[in-house]
């Protein structure tokens, strides 16, 4: 056997996919559901209504005057209601950030895949021409 006859390796290449296209695709009904409530929760707008519908409560809570429950409407209601929406945005925003990222390194190695095989396939050719040539 020659010496370029043993440089020739086969193997089975990977194909890059879209990771976030396929995560999509996989869902299921509950998780779609899931993610459709979490997206209108996790809005601005959402913790707009709730800081509102907290407030109604906030005059009894002074009338009362009792500490115990003004500290519990503010920890209870208050920041319970309203930081749960404005969490979630910032949350969506990274999770929005990470998936153009993971596009673009997507991009990136589809782009380097489709170099590679171009390089391989030059390399295979030189390796038949010298394999000729021994001949």
Known sequence: MSEPT???????????????????QNMGV?????LKITNLVGTMICAII???LS?????AAIHSHNLITI????????LQLVLLPIIMVG??????HSAVVADEQFKTTQ?????????IAISERQLALLEKTER
């Not at 043993?6 to 999509?24: D, F, G, S």
């Not at 407030?55 to 005059?59: E, G, Q, T, Y």
């Open 6 to 24: 043993k440089l020739r390796q086969t193997y089975e290449r990977h194909k890059p996919a879209n990771a976030n296209v396929r995560h999509r």
């Open 30 to 34: 509950l998780n779609r559901i899931g």
């Open 50 to 52: 709730f800081a509102c």
């Open 55 to 59: 407030l109604v409560s906030l005059p």
């Open 71 to 78: 500290v519990s409407w503010i920890a209870q209601t208050f």
């Open 91 to 96: 949350q969506n925003i990274q999770s929005q």
């Open 111 to 119: 782009t380097t895949y489709k170099d590679m095989e171009r390089l």
